[in-house]
């Protein structure tokens, strides 16, 4: 289970948006489903995931209707601020979503598309585990609406797997991309690297066998270690190690190289596609900070700066909605200054960068020191009227560059 929930102010009981929230149209609109329920827990997840276990009164069964009421409440909220978008991106995450039966993810799926609509071309991503996967699960898939999947492959070697408590045979993965691909599925594969006994050698191998599967996107996150999980426990006694930073950094670089070389590019630091039409365009909504609906227990939303989070546990997220009541937990309204912050922040990490005219005037003269030590590209922010993009060290020192935009 996650951590504790944010703090802010109390969520109102109907869900109603506040009256002087101003809402662009214009905006893309995107919905996340989060499904809560895994086998089993990996060491490093701090994720708001549920095994059977721990649900105390939630039923896996259940869950896609109880989902839906709060689709039918979103629907009805958005309607009265005059605020109804359709769909851009769909997005179901946890969590395992396909430890549902495919028919209760096509059925909530189905729902939202009533209650919102879809824009032409949305993208549509389900997240997966590689032992999910069956040709059937595809097709029901892909006949529902779905468009892209997104497979948990983490490593291509089994003792990596291990330490991070994965549970899948490495030979899944393949059947799982080739049944999508045989749906007509967009594929995209995840990996997570710095794990506990793993060498640049493992990496390596991982990285060759994410590209034989040719599939259209990669995503590689670098191991972090957070607090309350079993990983965290294990290196605080000892058992295993600390991740190496160097060794990280070594990994990250030999990702880019490769995947270069394979005909990937670089969007965001820990994505890479093949075309600009393959990059996963519901995180880009985060990233540039566009309105979007998290459904499901533990899930944020956000719609014009207003921003707001469910109760985490799935008991307590069924008994609201059972009660006619929103889930929503808390919510805030960030002042100007730290919205400033999160666009710097995430605008950053992308590959468009953020204007160089968006920054504080005083803050615009720093990008000159930032070019001279090699974080951002000299020709993208030439005399000052471009934009800050990172290279490939600025990628590295991503955190170095935002403090030195906005401290």
């Not at 209707?65 to 109804?84: C, F, N, Q």
């Not at 600009?276 to 533990?298: I, K, M, T």
């Not at 307590?316 to 059972?322: E, G, N, P, T």
């Amino acid at each position: 289970m996650a951590g504790p929930l944010p703090l802010g102010d109390p969520a109102p009981a109907d869900g109603r948006l506040p009256s002087d929230l101003a809402i662009d149209p214009a905006v893309p609109f995107s919905a996340y489903l989060h499904v809560p329920f895994c086998r089993v827990r990996c060491g490093y997840c701090d994720f708001n995931t549920y095994t059977s276990g721990e649900l105390r009164g939630a039923k896996q069964e259940d869950y896609a209707s109880t989902l839906i009421t709060e689709i039918d409440l979103a629907k009805r909220v958005l309607a009265d601020a005059g605020a109804l978008r359709p769909m851009d991106t769909v997005f179901f995450g946890g969590g395992t979503p396909t430890l549902l039966p495919a028919g209760d993810l096509a059925r909530m799926l189905g729902a939202a598309t009533d209650a919102f609509g879809l824009t032409d071309g949305a993208e549509v991503t389900v997240e997966a585990n590689p032992d999910t996967v069956t040709p059937g699960v595809a097709r029901t898939l892909a006949d529902a609406g779905v468009t892209r999947l997104s497979i948990g492959m983490q490593s291509a070697v089994p003792h990596v797997l291990a330490a991070l408590d994965r549970t899948h045979r490495p030979e899944n993965v393949t059947t799982a991309v080739a049944a999508a691909k045989d749906a007509g599925l967009a594929v995209s594969v995840d990996l997570i690297y710095g794990a506990p006994g793993e060498s640049l050698a493992d990496w390596e191998a991982s990285l060759d066998a994410a590209l034989a599967l040719e599939s259209d996107h990669i995503s590689a996150y670098a191991l972090i270690i957070e607090d309350g999980t079993k990983l965290a426990r294990q290196i605080r006694r000892g058992e295993v190690p600390t991740p190496d930073d160097d060794l990280q950094a070594d990994m990250y670089e030999l990702a880019d190289a490769r995947l270069a070389a394979a005909g990937f590019d670089w969007y965001e630091i820990s994505n890479w596609s093949r075309t600009v039409e393959q990059r996963s365009r519901h995180n880009l909504a985060y990233w540039r900070g566009s309105d979007w609906w998290g459904f499901g227990p533990g899930a944020h939303s956000h719609i014009a700066g207003l921003r707001w989070w469910n109760v985490k546990h799935p008991a307590a997220y069924a008994q609201r909605l059972a009660a006619e009541e929103s889930p929503a937990a808390g919510t805030e309204r960030p002042d100007a200054k730290s919205r400033t912050l999160e666009r710097i922040l995430l605008l950053s990490r992308i590959r468009e960068g953020i204007a160089v005219a968006d920054l504080q005037p005083d803050k615009r003269t720093r990008v000159a020191g930032l070019i001279a030590d090699g974080l951002v590209d000299p020709a993208a922010a030439v005399r000052g009227r471009g934009r800050v993009q990172l290279t490939l060290r600025g990628r590295l020192l991503a955190d170095a560059v935002v403090r030195e935009l906005t401290d």
